[in-house]
């Protein structure tokens, strides 16, 4: 690598940690720079993270949590968790190659203290791309890096090239498409978000994917997209989204959510807010062109909530309270427009009477001359 690469990502970082940054099946780099807090019992504490792969990355962050870390540990220790789990097929080792057979993966972080943010995309060969993504926000001036470059930069710091990362149902995936028997599509299922509040009252948020399965090789959608996919501002709340992503990258839906939370209204009221200004937008693309878009959101207070344009979209919520529950992302549409009643008609205007024509003038008989 040039040297000038590692200078750059060296200036003014704090030491790099002790063991090698190698998170998959093993232990993660979670970026700790300053002692976790004292155990506490969980109160006031919560984290969220959206679709099947909640029931994943829940618990792995909730123990982070637990242990008096702050929100943003949290958030990436539950995304690694999914990101390093096979069966789930929409992150990670599990994740959905590309048109070309090949995995890249996409995450971004966001901090609601320092309101800083890091991300990765087209990163190939490295299971938690969101562990590259906190690399990306702690040692460098930078806030994206995408393909070859954030590949180099991974190498730099530790990560190994775990090679293609295809687990055998992934394999199995790809030679249905090459076949035709299987098409790129939009499930809604396809990135993992997570938010978290933390002992602090301190607030972050995250995303990882592997993107719409069999995309076009280089695609992005919203998920490493801060503003689109996922945004926190610490006195308000965090929100983050999944599903069609190059439709909510469009309407900057994440932050959006954010903003409507900022002016007073809840988590739910903000997501459904959000999916119909979306909607909005696309009146031609309803539930039955392929418009699957949701989105989760966690206020300051704790309160969480969520949207969806239709209505199996999942997420989960940990607490010390409830403990874990799945719940549902309520479907929000666009209220019918009002008809106007028909405009009435102005009475035919009348018509004057011909005017009168005046008759003609008499003409004087020639002067008779003596």
């Known amino acids: 690598m040039d040297t000038n690469i590692v200078t750059l990502i060296s200036r003014d970082a704090p030491p790099a940690p002790a063991a090698p940054v190698q998170a998959r099946r093993g232990g993660c780099y979670l970026g700790l720079d300053r002692e976790p807090a004292a155990f506490c019992t969980g109160q006031g504490m919560i984290i969220l993270s959206t679709g099947p792969s909640g029931r994943v990355c829940n618990p792995a962050g909730w123990q982070t949590l637990k242990s008096g870390a702050r929100a943003l540990d949290a958030v990436q220790a539950g995304l690694m968790a999914a990101e390093s789990d096979p069966d789930c097929d929409d992150i990670g080792y599990g994740g959905r190659p590309d048109a070309t057979g090949a995995l890249s993966l996409d995450a971004a972080l966001m901090d609601g203290p320092t309101h800083r943010a890091g991300a990765v995309a087209a990163l190939k060969g490295v299971t938690n791309a969101v562990a590259v993504a906190r690399?990306?926000?702690?040692?460098?001036?930078?806030?994206?890096?995408?393909?070859?470059?954030?590949?180099?930069?991974?190498?730099?710091?530790?990560?190994?090239?775990?090679?293609?990362?295809?687990?055998?149902?992934?394999?199995?995936?790809?030679?249905?498409?090459?076949?035709?028997?299987?098409?790129?599509?939009?499930?809604?299922?396809?990135?993992?978000?997570?938010?978290?509040?933390?002992?602090?009252?301190?607030?972050?948020?995250g995303c990882s994917t592997s993107g719409l399965d069999f995309k076009l090789p280089g695609r992005v959608g919203d998920s490493p997209i801060i503003g689109s996919g996922l945004y926190v501002e610490?006195?308000?709340?965090?929100?983050?989204?999944?599903?069609?992503?190059?439709?909510?990258?469009?309407?900057?839906?994440?932050?959006?959510?954010?903003?409507?939370?900022?002016?007073?209204?809840?988590?739910?009221?903000?997501?459904?807010?959000?999916?119909?200004?979306?909607?909005?937008?696309?009146?031609?693309?309803?539930?039955?062109?392929?418009?699957?878009?949701?989105?989760?959101?966690?206020?300051?207070?704790?309160?969480?909530?969520?949207?969806?344009?239709?209505?199996?979209?999942?997420?989960?919520?940990?607490?010390?309270?409830?403990?874990?529950?799945?719940?549902?992302?309520?479907?929000?549409?666009?209220?019918?427009?009002?008809?106007?009643?028909?405009?009435?008609?102005?009475?035919?205007?009348?018509?004057?009477?011909?005017?009168?024509?005046?008759?003609?003038?008499?003409?004087?008989?020639?002067?008779?001359?003596?």
Request: aromatic fraction near 6%; proline fraction near 6%; charged fraction near 20%.
């Open 135 to 205: 690399l990306v926000m702690d040692r460098t001036p930078h806030v994206f890096l995408v393909g070859q470059g954030a590949r180099d930069f991974a190498t730099a710091h530790g990560f190994t090239d775990e090679g293609t990362l295809l687990t055998s149902k992934a394999r199995a995936a790809y030679e249905a498409f090459l076949r035709g028997e299987r098409k790129p599509t939009f499930t809604g299922h396809d990135t993992v978000g997570c938010a978290a509040l933390d002992e602090r009252g301190d607030l972050a948020v």
């Open 234 to 370: 610490n006195a308000v709340g965090a929100a983050t989204c999944f599903g069609m992503g190059e439709q909510m990258m469009q309407v900057c839906l994440a932050y959006r959510i954010v903003e409507a939370m900022r002016r007073g209204l809840s988590p739910t009221d903000a997501c459904a807010e959000g999916i119909r200004a979306l909607l909005a937008k696309r009146p031609e693309l309803g539930p039955s062109s392929g418009l699957r878009c949701a989105c989760v959101a966690l206020n300051r207070a704790g309160e969480t909530g969520g949207a969806a344009t239709e209505s199996d979209f999942v997420y989960y919520v940990t607490s010390a309270a409830e403990g874990t529950v799945c719940r549902d992302a309520p479907q929000a549409t666009l209220a019918p427009q009002a008809t106007l009643a028909p405009q009435a008609t102005l009475a035919p205007q009348a018509t004057l009477a011909p005017q009168a024509t005046l008759a003609p003038q008499a003409t004087l008989a020639p002067q008779v001359h003596r």
